[in-house]
């Protein structure tokens, strides 16, 4: 069974760090594209980072730029984002998928993970 499986989240004070990781099983999503998600109780979920299939092209929210890093270890099949000096609006579920460049900028991405929870405290 293909699926995507996060970890990583939980609570934090505000300027702490984490690190969100998703592994990905049962097929490669060597050959696809890859983002985070999240979405935060009461609003759409909206794109926090992508990158590309080979792991050396990335974008990110605005929001996010200079305090979030997304990376990926093809040979693993696994996903990260790390987050540093979080703020109390990063406070949402986070979630992994993958597809290809036009379907993460749709969100009709084929493959999701089950969302792992960030909360910051003020």
């Known amino acids: 069974q293909d699926q995507l499986v996060e970890s990583g989240g939980g609570l934090v004070q505000t300027g702490g760090s984490l690190k969100l990781s998703c592994a990905a099983s049962?097929?490669?999503?060597?050959?696809?594209?890859m983002a985070w998600f999240r979405q935060a109780p009461g609003k759409e979920r909206e794109i926090v980072a992508r990158?590309?299939?080979?792991?050396?092209?990335?974008s990110y929210a605005d929001s996010v730029k200079g305090r979030f890093t997304i990376s990926r270890d093809v040979a693993k099949n696994i996903l990260y984002l790390q987050m540093d000096d979080l703020k109390p609006e990063d406070t949402a579920v986070y979630y992994c998928?993958?597809?290809?460049?036009?379907?993460?900028?749709?969100?009709?991405?084929?493959?999701w993970g089950q969302g792992t929870q960030v909360i910051v405290s003020s």
């Open positions: 049962g097929r490669t999503f060597s050959n696809l594209a």
């Open positions: 990158i590309n299939w080979s792991g050396d092209i990335t």
């Open positions: 998928a993958a597809g290809s460049r036009r379907a993460i900028t749709t969100m009709t991405v084929p493959y």
